[in-house]
């Protein structure tokens, strides 16, 4: 097998994409992990720790006191990435992550070819959950230190490597062309998400919409949606991004109909394999277990598919930077 890429992991120190505190890397070369590494940043948005976000990685702001700036992390990243295209898991997030953080900085942004395991595996694999330890156990890699930037940065690269091998991909192009998923990249000024392939037609880029505007082609396109649990949106106004981003919702339980069922009542600490359940993640489970293509996710989950994936830079470089 000959294929080659670096994976990638940013813990983050609260809600900012940008706070990153650490990252993980893995470099793979012919279907094998050749190194690794991992490190604590100071994070460059200024915004301090949350416990929330602590108590996930363990990271403090104690850690980061000396720790090296985002700068000169950058640096290190982008002499370990090479000509590699990136991985990560939820690149939406990682990625995002670290253009938040170079803004924050006042660097310009690198440029990346990159791709999603989390895409991937959702193209690729029927599951209720898609989260990284949901993934590995199915793919049968073994438990893992979630959320410790290292291992979480290798975990992605065995489910890549575990997805290729799957389908007799001996690189990332070949993955992508089986999985159907184009290729995300950073350049210059502005980015493109690594999504789902989609017709040329359905690419067009669409002007801002207006209030109460349906975007047929949004992130929600396809989908309905159910709610349970409490969310710190109204219930109202979740259902109303549906709607506008191209989705329809379901009211009650999950039925044969529902693909995204989102919970209120479990995070990204709370929601892993083997938990029990209340009713109506029980029956979407139950659904899975049928045969039906349902995904379980967090209000976390749900912001970040809502979230753009094309776009241009808001902020500008400061001159010398």
Known sequence: MT?????????????????????????????????????????????????????????????????????????????????????????GFDIGALRDACDFAGLEWPVLNYTCTLVLARTMLDLPVYKLPWVTEALGIPPFDH????????????????????????????????????????????????????????????????????NPDGPMAGEVVCFTGRISWSREDAQEMVVRNGGTCSMGKPTRKTTILVTGDYDESSLRPGMTFGNKLARAFELVEQGQKLEIMTEDDFRQKLDVQEGHRDLPVPTGA
């Open 3 to 91: 294929l080659s890429f670096t994976a990638i992991d940013f813990e983050t120190a609260n809600r900012s994409r940008g706070s990153i505190c650490s990252v993980g890397l893995a470099k793979v070369v012919d279907g094998r992990i050749l190194e690794t590494r991992s490190w604590i940043i100071s994070p460059p948005d200024g915004g301090g720790f949350d416990a929330f976000n602590s108590a996930l990685h363990g990271i403090t702001a104690a850690d980061t006191v000396d720790a090296p700036d985002w700068n000169s992390s950058l640096s290190e990243i982008l002499d370990f990435i090479g000509d590699d295209t990136v991985l990560a898991h939820n690149a």
């Open 147 to 214: 959320h410790e930037a290292g291992a979480d940065a290798q975990a992605c690269a065995l489910v890549a490597i575990a997805l290729a091998e799957s389908r007799g991909s001996n690189s990332v192009t070949d993955l992508l062309t089986a999985a159907g998923v184009r290729l995300g990249r950073v350049e210059g000024m502005s980015w493109l998400g690594s999504q789902k392939a989609r017709p040329v037609s359905q690419r067009t880029p669409r002007a801002a919409l207006v209030p109460g505007e349906i």
